[in-house]
Every structure is written in C-alpha cells, then in structure tokens.
C-alpha cells in the first residue's frame, strides 16, 4: 500500500488548518471519504435517483439495482452466509438498539442476565440499561485486566446460564484493546445466550468473519469505513431475525395491510420501515469496493505500525500517560499531567492536528481509567509517519506551553 496514492483519493486532506497542513487523526470518530464515495453520491442523485423496490419505471429499478447490490457487498465484506441476513439501519447505534429492542424484549424476562463489559460505548450501554429496567434483568459486567483487556477467566466467571445476552465491542474505540470475540462468544453459546459484537472500530481496519467468529448480531457503520454518515449494518443469523419482530411500522415493510392487522415482508425488508437510506446504502457499497481494493490486511499492519510508532514517541515525553495495552489497534489515548485534554486538543489545533478529546461516550470507562476526559489520536489507511512527528511536535509544544502558564 502506497499511503501517498491512497491520500491523493481524500480531497479534503489537501488543505491547511490554522496556516499548518491538516493532519487528521479522529478517525476512529468518523473518516474521510475518497472521491470514488463522493461519486457514487453525486452519481445516485444526478443521473437515477428514485425510490426502491416498488416502482417498475427504469430509474427505480437503477436505484433498486444499487441498494440491493451494495447489501450483497456488504454480506460479502463480513462474510455471512445470506444476504437476507444484512439489514442496512442508520448506523451502529440504531443496530445495537434494534436487537435489544426486538429481541430483547421477547427473550430476555426477570431473574435474567445480560452481559457487556465497562469498556463500551455509550451506545452498547444504554439499550441493554433500558432493556434491564424494562424486564427486571440484570445487567452485569465482566471486569478488566489492568491493562484493559478481558480474561476468558473473568468471562466465564460472569456468563451463567441465567444469562441472556452478551454484547461486547470487538475494538475499544479508546484504548484500542482488540477482545477475544469468538471465544467470548463461545462462552455464551455453552450457557445458552447469543453475543452481538460491535464492531463499529473493527470493520473499517481489519477482516471479520461473522461466521467464524459464529456472532449472532454484528453491528457497525459506513461513515468510519469511508463512506456516509447516516447508515450502517446490522448482520444476524436468519434464524434469529426470523423470529424477531419489526420495531418500525410503515411502508416497504409490509406484505399485506388490512383495516384491523397487517403482515410483514420476508427478511430482510421487514425490518427495513420508510424509504430506505438509498444513496446512503449506495455509498457504504461504494466504501467497501475502495476499502478492498487496498486490502484490510494492508491496512491493519498500516495502521499498526503507526500507531506503535507514535507510542514510541509519547513514551519518550515526560508526564504523558498512555492507556490500554500494548498490542492495539489503530487508537491512542492519552492525557498530560495537569492539562485538560481539551486544553492540549486545542492546542494541537492551533498546529492543523486534529485529535478528540472528551469521554469518547465511554464515561464507565473514564471512571476505571479514574480520569474525567482524555485525549485521542486515531489512525487510518491515510494517515502517515510524518503526521505522526507533526503531532508529538505539536504535544510537545503544547506541553511547554501549558508549563510556562503553571511555572
């Protein structure tokens, strides 16, 4: 992989921020997206948008042709084995929520037990907290390692076979801890219970199999693989969803409406209310072919290699603390002594840097890590070694800086 070819395919990398060039590393909060995306949009809405699936005309079935067409990609790109088993939502989060919501609610009751881990987003959280109060389960979390990583011990130690469900993040999008999803997802099968895996950090950087992982539920989004904002994938194996009802009721769903009762369409339509997000969907497809044209093995070691790069370079500076451990993804999270990480995040872009800084919407996880807030550089196939030095030079300026206002 030619990182200097790939940049050429993100127009907005070739401008400068604040009088620097603009080195872009939040990532992991959403990516940039290379001309080919921004075509495929642009194509969508100039030359055959329409809606899908019921018009017979020739623009709807161009624009059915394309929504269909980039579900199979889709199927493909995680490798599971249907494509009725792909169901495009608004992204991760309307997924995660999905499956709780569905089917939660028909198989989780009283006296149950749903588990997850205090790494996760707030968005593989909150759906299981609201399922828990609606049914009077238990929601209960594996514990970390003080590296924030997860024992299988500690995992079989807290799946019972009072549990239910387990949701786990297959990357940390703070500390970069890759989880051991399949043997995690082993254990809840030998209890009985289905593991839904989000892998809202880990599609857009490296391979997943959903079938060799055997997850029940996968989750993740198109806009932090290059594509849109605004849509993503829920994977499930058939034999849930065939199951599960629709927690949205209105049109392309339907099969059959009369005056007192309705049916529903077979999978995956039913689970798809509204016109669907067409050009968004066309997009993600979109982002998927450029994805693969580079490799995901490519850009696994990429990354990799950046971001153990840039460790080697905030480990050399004095009062900067590095969380998670030491075989990562592409994410790096950090904090300087005695400086608001949104102090330094301003800071590093005053110098064109971009970082995030904040709780990541991961505040159980700040409370572990025993801080308020960090700061967060975030790594993809675009990203270089020289961006890389721009970002520690800049740390260390706003390091000086914010040591001659203490001094």
Not at 379 to 384: R, S
Request: charged share 25%.
């Amino acid at each position: 992989m030619n990182v200097f070819d790939v940049r050429k395919q993100f127009p907005i990398l070739n401008q400068e921020v604040n009088g620097h060039p603009l080195v872009y590393l939040d990532s992991a909060a959403t990516s940039q997206k290379p001309l080919s995306v921004i075509e495929a949009l642009d194509d969508y809405y100039k030359r055959y948008n329409s809606n899908v699936h019921r018009g017979v005309h020739t623009l709807g079935s161009l624009a059915t042709d394309g929504y269909e067409g980039a579900r199979e990609k889709v199927q493909k790109f995680i490798n599971a084995k249907r494509v009725e088993e792909i169901i495009f939502t608004r992204g991760t989060t309307t997924a995660i929520n999905t499956v709780a919501r569905s089917y939660g609610d028909a198989n989780v009751s009283e006296g149950d037990e749903i588990v997850i881990t205090p790494m996760e987003h707030h968005s593989n959280i909150i759906p299981w907290q609201q399922l828990a109060k609606r049914t009077g389960a238990t929601l209960k979390y594996m514990p970390l390692q003080p590296d924030g990583t997860i024992s299988l011990e500690d995992a079989e130690a807290t799946i019972t076979d009072r549990t239910k469900i387990v949701a786990v993040m297959q990357v940390s999008n703070v500390l970069g801890t890759i989880n051991p999803i399949k043997e995690i997802g082993a254990i809840a099968h030998r209890h009985d219970a289905v593991i839904l895996v989000d892998g809202a950090q880990s599609a857009p950087h490296m391979k997943v199999d959903v079938q060799d992982l055997n997850a029940d539920f996968f989750a993740f989004s198109a806009h932090k693989l290059c594509g849109p904002t605004g849509v993503g994938a829920l994977y499930g194996k058939r034999k849930l969803l065939r199951k599960m009802e629709p927690v949205e009721f209105g049109g392309e769903m339907i099969d059959f409406v009369d005056l007192q009762d309705s049916t529903w369409k077979d999978l995956p339509w039913k689970f798809e209310g509204g016109t669907p997000i067409i050009a968004g969907a066309i997009g993600f497809g979109a982002a998927i072919d450029f994805v693969n044209e580079i490799g995901l093995d490519e850009i696994e070691a990429h990354e990799k290699k950046l971001v153990s790069y840039a460790k080697e370079r905030l480990d050399a500076m004095n009062d900067v603390t590095v969380y998670g451990p030491e075989e990562r993804a592409g994410v790096l999270t950090f904090n300087c002594d005695d400086v608001h990480p949104h102090d330094v995040a301003t800071v590093l872009d005053s110098e064109g840097v971009a970082v995030r800084a904040g709780h990541h919407c991961a505040q159980p996880l700040m409370k572990w890590l025993d801080v308020t807030a960090t700061a967060r550089a975030s790594f993809y196939l675009y990203n270089t070694e020289e961006e890389v030095d721009a970002f520690a030079e800049a740390l260390i300026k706003a390091k000086e800086y914010f040591g001659d206002v203490f001094r």
